[in-house]
C-alpha cells in the first residue's frame, strides 16, 4: 500500500508555543490530505481537509486560527497548532489519498503534549 | 448525518476463537465502507474497502463482509498478534472522501 510518513511522531512544547507537524505521502501524489485527531480511547475525529494549492476546509467547531493548514505541494501537507494549551494535548493522525482513489493511507501519528 | 456505530466496544477472545466484529451504518449514498487496524500509539493501518453490498473481501484470518445496513469483520482462529483496535469507517457519496469514524472495537486475544 501507498506509504505516508508522519513527523515527529511525539512532541512536548510549552504552553503558548507553536509546534509544527509535517505530513508526506512518500510513493504517491496526494491531491487531498486530512487532519485528524484522537483523544485517548476515542474514535478519530476530523479536523480539516486540504486540497493541493488551496485552502484548507475545517470541520464544524473547529479553529482555522488555531490550527493553520498549508498544503503547498502534492507530496506535504503541514498543521501548525499556534500557542498551544494543555487542552491541545491530543493524538493527531493526518491522511492522504489520490484522485480517483477512494482509499486514505494513515501516517503514524504525532502525540502533542502541551506543558 | 453520516453514523457509524461499533459492536462491541471491547472483545477478549481465546486463541482460536473465531468471532465477528459489527459496524453498523447510516449514510447518504455509500460511497465506500472501510475497515482499519490501529495498534496503540500508531496511526490506522488500512484493511479493507466494501463497496456495495453483497461484497467480501478477505485477508489472512479477517473477512469483512457488507449489507445495505451493516458491516461484519469476521475473525477465523485469531492469534495474539491481531489484538488491537478496529475502525469502520464510511465515506458517503457527497464527502470528497471524509471519513466518518466509528468508536472501535479493542480485540484483545488471549494466548
Known amino acids: 500500500g501507498a506509504v505516508v510518513s508522519q513527523h515527529p511522531s511525539r512532541v512536548i512544547c510549552k504552553s503558548g508555543t507553536s509546534v509544527k507537524i509535517e505530513c508526506r505521502s512518500l510513493d504517491f501524489q496526494a491531491t487531498t490530505m486530512f487532519w485528524y485527531r484522537q483523544f485517548p480511547k476515542q474514535s478519530l475525529m476530523l479536523m480539516a481537509t486540504?486540497?493541493?494549492?488551496?485552502?484548507?476546509?475545517?470541520e464544524q467547531g473547529v479553529e482555522k486560527d488555531k490550527f493553520l493548514i498549508n498544503h503547498a505541494s502534492l507530496t506535504l501537507s503541514t498543521l501548525t497548532v499556534t500557542s498551544a494549551h494543555p487542552e491541545d494535548s491530543s493524538f493527531y493522525i493526518c491522511?492522504?489519498?489520490?484522485?480517483?482513489?477512494?482509499?486514505?493511507?494513515f501516517g503514524q501519528g504525532t502525540r502533542l503534549t502541551v506543558v | 448525518e453520516d453514523q457509524v456505530t461499533q459492536s462491541p466496544e471491547a472483545l477478549r477472545l481465546q486463541e482460536g476463537e473465531s468471532s465477528s466484529l459489527n459496524c453498523s451504518y447510516t449514510v447518504s449514498g455509500l460511497r465506500g465502507l472501510f475497515w482499519y487496524r490501529q495498534d496503540p500509539g500508531k496511526g490506522p493501518e488500512f484493511l479493507f474497502t466494501?463497496?456495495?453490498a453483497g461484497e467480501e473481501k478477505e485477508k489472512e484470518r479477517l473477512k469483512a463482509t457488507l449489507t445495505k445496513k451493516e458491516s461484519f469483520l469476521h475473525i477465523t482462529a485469531p492469534k495474539p498478534e491481531d489484538s488491537a483496535t478496529y475502525l469502520c469507517a464510511v465515506q458517503a457519496g457527497t464527502s470528497y472522501g471524509k471519513l466518518t469514524f466509528g468508536q472501535g472495537t479493542i480485540l484483545t486475544v488471549h494466548p
Open positions: 491522511s492522504a489519498r489520490t484522485v480517483g482513489n477512494t482509499e486514505a493511507f
Open positions: 486540504s486540497n493541493e494549492g488551496s485552502k484548507a476546509t475545517y
Open positions: 466494501l463497496y456495495s
